[in-house]
Each structure stands twice: as C-alpha cells, then as structure tokens.
C-alpha cells in the first residue's frame, strides 16, 4: 500500500469541529504557502509534516478560550502559523488574539556540539540553513492585521515585544539548542495558566539540540508534566 493510501486512511475524514475538515483546511494552507509546490503524499517528510500539524491545531483548539496570545519562534515561510491563524477565522472567538512571528529570516544561528546528529551519516546543518525571505512571509499574512512579523536574533528580538504581554498559545520551531532554551527562559513564565507550549523538533535526529534544550529547562524547574508526542513534538500544559 502505498504512503498516500495510508495518509487519507488517517487523515481524509478528520474533523477538527463539526464544520472544519483537517486535511482540507491542510491542503488549502498548502497551497497558500507553498503554491510552487505540489502536494507529495507519497513523500515520507509530508506525512510527518500533516502529523505534527493536525497536533498543532488539537493545542490551539484546545486553548481558544483563554485570554492571551499566540508566540511563535521559527517561522520560516509561515506555514504552522498561518494554518492556525486561518483556523481561527473557522472558530467560534469572543476576541481577536495577536499572533507574532519571530524569526532571524536570516536561518540558523551558531550550530553547537549539542546540536550535532548522533549519527555521521546525517547532514550536518550549518549557520545561514533554512533561510527564508521577510518579504515573502509578509506576503503571506497581508490580509491579518493581528499578525506581526518580528524580525531579529534570540534572544536580543525579545526586547522588541511588550515585556507585559501573556500568551496562551507558544510553538517553538528554532531546531538548535541554545535558542530553544532561551526561548523557553523568557516565555515560560509569560504563558497564562492552562496555556500550551509545543517544540516542534524534540526527537528530530537532524536537531538532538532541540530535546536536550527541552529537558535541561524543565529539569532545572523540576517540572514533570510535559508530553512527548507520537509526532516527534513535545508539549506541555502550563499549570
């Protein structure tokens, strides 16, 4: 059976809500975003490309109710946060959230011993990799006048946000160590209670700096109750 026949058997009839079909609203991000690229869904990077979103847009339903807004750290070209941004125009909200988007749009930072692969066969990724263009992310969320693309390093482009803002909804997707951690020691205690945070690449062997970041944080605050997911993400609930 071929991969495509296994990704419509998880996914074609998914509902998010009574009203929202999750590979529908997907696809149609898909197609927003990278509209030069056709959908491969016998390609093994898109089926955990769709897994590790239909998580994403589980956590954001799950805290639309809360007062607060959304952070993302890595952006890259906007697909994660445009997904959740266009959801919630499907959602029923009492108010509009501000989402801001922080990226270097100059790729990665310094790559550090923590963040090479355990395995010598895999790529090795270097300062500048993943780069994408500002102009063309601002392209892409032009019709939201909640969504505000901040542009600059971790954690120096923290001083550009209102150090009094609380957030319900983080997506840290920095792939290295270092800016994972110092994403989490400035925004953990800015999450209101009950709001989510969620890594994109805790077991990524292509990043192992990601899952070191993570657990170092929590292991250092003694706090337990985060959740590896079966997509290769790991979140938690703040209490």
């Known amino acids: 059976m071929a991969l495509d026949q296994h990704i419509n058997i998880f996914f074609k009839d998914l509902f998010l809500s009574n009203k929202i079909n999750f590979f529908d609203h997907w696809k149609s991000t898909h197609n927003k975003i990278y509209p030069e690229i056709p959908i491969d869904l016998n390609n093994v990077l898109t089926a955990i490309r769709i ?5 994403l847009c589980k956590y954001f339903m799950y805290v639309n109710n809360l007062e607060g807004d959304f952070f993302e750290c890595g952006v890259l070209r906007g697909f994660s946060s445009y997904l959740l941004r266009s959801l919630e125009d499907n959602l029923s909200l009492n108010k509009i959230n501000k989402y ?5 749009f100059e790729g990665l930072s310094e790559i550090t011993k923590s963040d090479i692969p355990l395995n010598p066969n895999l790529k090795i990724h270097k300062k500048g ?11 892409n969320f032009k019709e939201y006048n909640n969504v505000f693309l901040v542009k600059g390093w971790i954690p120096d482009v923290f001083d550009q946000l209102d150090q009094n803002n609380k957030y319900k ?24 209670k009950g709001g989510v945070i969620i890594t994109d690449d805790y077991k990524s062997p292509l990043f192992p700096g990601n899952k070191k970041a993570w657990e170092h944080y929590f292991n250092s605050k003694n706090i337990k109750n985060w959740l590896a997911l079966p997509s290769g993400q790991a979140a938690i609930i703040k209490s």
């Open 100 to 104: 801001f988007l922080i990226d270097s």
């Open 51 to 55: 897994n590790k979103n239909f998580y």
């Open 129 to 139: 990799d993943l780069r994408e263009n500002f102009e063309t992310v601002e392209i």
């Open 169 to 192: 909804f983080v997506h840290l997707d920095v792939d290295l160590y270092q800016p994972t951690l110092d994403s989490l020691e400035y925004i953990y205690e800015k999450v209101v």
